[in-house]
């Protein structure tokens, strides 16, 4: 599905409905260039989730834990890191966890950790304010 947004309000929107759809293990890739909104996309789900502390970029940190009410999410940016680091620092299993959501940034660089079944959050930018979402669930 696509969707176009043309506010950060309706980017919360649309996250809000996108998380409503989301069930334990469900993995979640989000795909576009530097500052296109996987981090912002991925902010308004987890707090539409109920979590309550502010969710920051995990650009440095690669990985962040948070508590929702349903699930633990867990939060990678991979942008700066490799398949066999991935695997070093055991995000194989965290991936596996059947208690939590993953959501990843820059999926591609950790391609070989992704099993087939996952959801692509595809985003464009369409100009400063408007961003084309694609959903696909895989
Ligand atoms: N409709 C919109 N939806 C999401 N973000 C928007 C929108 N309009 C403007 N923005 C702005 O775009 C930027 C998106 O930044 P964000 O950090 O979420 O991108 P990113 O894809 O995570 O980048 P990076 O690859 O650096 O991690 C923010 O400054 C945000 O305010
Ligand atoms: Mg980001």
């Given at each position: 599905?696509?969707?176009?947004?043309?506010?950060?309000?309706?980017?919360?929107?649309?996250?809000?409905?996108?998380?409503?759809?989301?069930?334990?293990?469900?993995?979640?890739?989000?795909?576009?260039?530097?500052?296109?909104?996987?981090?912002?996309?991925?902010?308004?789900?987890?707090?539409?989730?109920?979590?309550?502390?502010?969710?920051?970029?995990?650009?440095?940190?690669?990985l962040k834990i948070?508590?929702?009410?349903?699930?633990?999410?867990?939060?990678?940016?991979?942008?700066?890191?490799?398949?066999?680091?991935?695997?070093?620092?055991?995000?194989?299993?965290?991936?596996?966890?059947?208690?939590?959501?993953?959501?990843?940034?820059?999926?591609?660089?950790?391609?070989?950790?992704?099993?087939?079944?996952?959801?692509?959050?595809?985003?464009?930018?369409?100009?400063?304010?408007?961003?084309?979402?694609?959903?696909?669930?895989?």
């Amino acid at each position: 599905m696509i969707y176009i947004v043309k506010s950060k309000d309706e980017t919360r929107a649309l996250a809000k409905s996108f998380a409503t759809k989301l069930k334990k293990r469900d993995i979640v890739c989000l795909n576009g260039d530097l500052g296109a909104g996987k981090t912002t996309f991925t902010q308004f789900v987890f707090s539409a989730l109920g979590v309550k502390s502010p969710v920051s970029s995990p650009t440095f940190s690669i990985l962040k834990i948070y508590q929702g009410d349903k699930f633990r999410l867990n939060h990678f940016d991979t942008y700066r890191i490799t398949d066999m680091e991935a695997i070093e620092a055991g995000f194989d299993e965290i991936l596996e966890d059947k208690d939590s959501v993953s959501f990843i940034e820059w999926s591609e660089n950790i391609s070989s950790l992704i099993p087939s079944k996952h959801i692509d959050v595809n985003i464009k930018i369409l100009d400063e304010n408007s961003r084309e979402f694609e959903i696909k669930y895989e």
